[in-house]
């Protein structure tokens, strides 16, 4: 019961955030500079006042902004209308679902490595504190943590390409685009090891930094002391008494971290010309394309509250102290 | 007293490396034996070691601790040279413990029944049925319906996790219990019942338990040995008759009347004055003689060796009369 009273609690707070964050964003693009009808006929002058009336009036742009405009636009985007990108003239959920795939497959696996490392890295730093592997581990993850996004994304590429022969951007070569998944595989893996390998690195240091002070927590509390009694090894007590406890607060990190990747993913996708919702954003900023930048931050504000969500869900399963509260 | 002990400590001496770079003798050359069935008393004031003891003896020192001298019989078994693989085995199948201020000894995000369970399979006692109908027996001898073995630390009052675990020390069948100040924490109408479960399971089971307290009414009421530890020795060691009805150390003395008599509630608690010894920087001679109040010169220059005042009853007093103590 409690359990559920929690999540009914949680969900709703997701909502008003929902709320709050659409008309964020419907607010956000009213207040910029830039006219929309001017922006969508360019800098032909010779379309006459009238017309340009007539086109706001098609837009809607004349009635007042509240209710009326705000209560149109969350009709459209409830029915998954956009709107229509002014500088490549298609709706923009088409342009925003077709670069969505690719950045998520960039976020996921970089967040995949960079948790599964950090963790195991963290994990074994804490418990053998103090010892070389321990120092050398922090160093290494203070440093990669401290290391500008596009600045390692440059070395990154410069040294993978001359060394190792890696592609420098795009995600599959020129000659094999629009062939079939399976046969581009490994052509597609090539193409993700630098971008993959710099998101990792960039956010493996903060997972291993906060696993292993969640670690070193655990493991001075109580029931450690009780587990080694019990006659288990130390890696048994780390595994099954440790590992749980200690992952709590990551997982809350990661969760928060899912959100704020997308702003990595700019510069990432940027620096390898890794045609994702980052480098589709930096495009769309550079070309005041406002509705696509709109519905890329809709998209991304969406993602977070979910991401947020989903920890919040995991939460319950993984600490059964969580309560409505 | 000619029953072999199952526990025989031998002169054991530890060591903290303290935070400024110090060294504190926690524990120096303390020895008692623990018989089959029968309940030692370790008592003495906030820091005397009576936690370093328990922890000593399940090779459970913290890091920064260390055992420098001194043997621990199991039986016919020197603990303190077994390899700490060799150690695991009779960690919870031989000595099990119930630690100071029991709260947090639960682990919050696993189950109460699988935290007991996990200690049986751990030692390949039984299967997993087999195992799993003993955790529900156990938490049954505890006084907690077994119905609650799925529940969480936190659904457990102060009292049922105590209950746990006890429950939980007795899952492997120890030869030992050390119980470590059990009641401290719980209310008092807790304590009562949580010290007669103690006494209940102990008869029923014939379990050896050595018991930490600060309560010597505690002492009086379960134990048939006391050891008195000052500033990390042995000052009195002796049964609970003995002790308490002719203690011999200056120190144990002050205990006795600093406790308010149960008979005579009227008489005022007469407190030790002073503090006990920095165990970084010891005295050459008797660790209570600052405080003591029948001292003579010669306590401020020699370490009292342990007496045996009568057969079984050991004081460190050089104001005593007995042969020196030798063990065996
Ligand atoms: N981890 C440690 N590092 C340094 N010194 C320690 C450590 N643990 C204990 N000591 C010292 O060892 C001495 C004995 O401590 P211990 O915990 O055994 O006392 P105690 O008799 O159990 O006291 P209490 O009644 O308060 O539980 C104390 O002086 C304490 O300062
Ligand atoms: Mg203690």
Redesign the interface.
Known sequence: MARRDYLIGKMGISLLTLLFVLLLDFMLFRVLPGDPVRAVIGRNVRISADVQNSLRAQFGLDKPIFPDQFVDTLGQWARGNLGVSWSQRRPVSEILISKLWNTLLLIGLGQLFSIIFGVMLGLLAGWKRKTPFDIGALTFSLIAWATPTFWLGIILLVAGSAWFGLPTGGIVSPANIGKPLHTVLPDLIRHLILPTLTFTILYLGEYMLIMRSSILETLS???I?????????NF?VLM??GL??AM?PMVTIIALNLGFTVSGAIYIETVFSYDGLGNLVQTALVKQDYPLLQGAFLLLAVSVIVANMLADFLYTY????VKAN | MNEKPLLRVRGLTTEFATSEGAVARALEDVSFDVLPGKTVGLVGESGSGKTTTLMAL?R?LPASGRITKGKVWFNDTNLLALSE?EM??????SM??V?Q??????????KVGDQIR??IL??DLMDRSAAEKRVRDLLEMVGIAPARRDQ?P?QYSGGMRQRA?IA?ALACAPDILFADEPTTALDVMIQAQILQLLKEIQKALGLAVVIVTHDLGVVAEVCDEVVVLYGGKVAEYGSVDRIYNHAQHPYTQRLLESFPDINNPSETLASIPGTPPRLTQLPPGCRFEPRCHVKINRCAEVSPPLLEVEPGHYVACILREGKEANFQ
């Open positions: 509390e109580d029931y002391l009780t587990a080694r009694a019990k006659g288990m090894s048994q099954r008494h749980r406890n709590l993984l600490d059964p102290r | 399940m459970l693989h695991r085995d009779y960690r919870w199948k099990a413990i630690f201020g029991a709260m947090n000894a639960l682990n919050p995000v696993m996990e200690a751990l030692h969480y936190h675990m939980m």
